[in-house]
């Protein structure tokens, strides 16, 4: 049984990716495999322990609340 605490979920992963492969459909481009179970599941099958190798995905808005510089939004027709 896992830990408290414990993640064992690649969501939020810049590493994690999703396959066309049904018969591996999740894989980790940190570890370079693909697999029926989710990576981070397999690494604690294997180790014991909870991947290392974790990064959150930079959230979608971040981005997003960066001012635009220089541009008014309006479209200029005469090229």
Do not use: N
């Amino acid at each position: 049984m896992a830990e408290a605490g414990l993640r064992l979920s690649c969501k939020g992963c810049i590493h994690f990716f999703i396959t066309y492969d049904a018969k591996r459909p999740w894989g980790c481009h940190k570890f370079g495999f693909k697999g029926k179970i989710l990576p981070a599941l397999t690494v604690y099958q294997s180790t014991g322990m909870q991947c290392a190798y974790f990064e959150q995905k930079p959230s979608f808005g971040q981005g997003l609340s960066r001012k635009r510089r220089g541009q008014t939004g309006k479209l200029d027709m005469e090229g």
